[in-house]
T-cell receptor, first 111, second 109 residues
């Protein structure tokens, strides 16, 4: 168990809908990262938060947004969903600039 | 950004065999991690190894930072070693991981 908790494990929704993925980092970790794993793009970095502030952005679509709350949990919001958004979404956390621990992922299926 | 290349892309092993997976990266790294993605999709941390050599049971890893590569050794492979192995690297002052495409390993009994 990595100590990073992601909910839900699976999500099935329809095109055009909006969903929220939740992540609780390891105790004491201030940094949270979101990654997307799809068949065509592989594993890619989306966005990073550090202690409530956005720290770095990767290949994140404008339809996607994230935030980190005062209790350090994070949410990734995906809106106007398309078939191509179907993927495994991972959250990771770290204490500073070192090893990242990954959650079990949320598998999103857009039908 | 940093490019990460893994080889071989696919590997079939007989149970008990040894293997070496390679990861090449295009620039100096501050962080390098190896992961195992099991059939259920979970990414399991294997090693945090920006340089040097580490061992954990039947697995070991070596990173030669000056030559920009890392190796993951699997000895006496077991069927539970099947899955995809990912190498991921970080460059510069951020901590965003850039992943390779993975090594798909199948261990047959």
């Amino acid at each position: 168990d990595s100590g990073v908790t992601q909910t839900p494990k699976h999500l099935i929704t329809a095109t055009g809908q909006r969903v929220t993925l939740r992540c609780s980092p390891r105790s004491g970790d201030l940094s949270v990262y979101w990654y997307q794993q799809s068949l065509d793009q592989g594993l890619q970095f989306l966005i990073q938060y550090y202690n409530g502030e956005e720290r770095a952005k990767g290949n994140i679509l404008e339809r996607f947004s994230a935030q980190q709350f005062p209790d350090l949990h994070s949410e990734l919001n995906l809106s106007s969903l398309e078939l191509g958004d179907s993927a495994l979404y991972f959250c990771a956390s770290s204490a500073g600039l070192n090893i990242q621990y990954f959650g079990a992922g949320t598998r999103l299926s857009v039908l | 950004g940093i490019q990460v290349e893994q080889s071989p892309p696919d590997l079939i092993l007989q149970e008990g065999a040894n293997s070496t997976l390679r990861c090449n990266f295009s620039d100096s790294v501050n962080n390098l991690q190896w992961f195992h993605q099991n059939p259920w999709g979970q990414l399991i941390n294997l090693f945090y190894i920006p340089s040097g050599t580490k061992q954990n049971g039947r697995l070991s890893a070596t990173t030669v930072a000056t030559e920009r590569y890392s190796l993951l050794y699997i000895s006496s492979s077991q069927t539970t070693d099947s899955g995809v192995y990912f190498c991921a690297a970080v460059e510069g002052g951020n901590n965003r991981l850039a992943f390779g495409k993975g090594n798909q390993v199948v261990v047959i009994p």
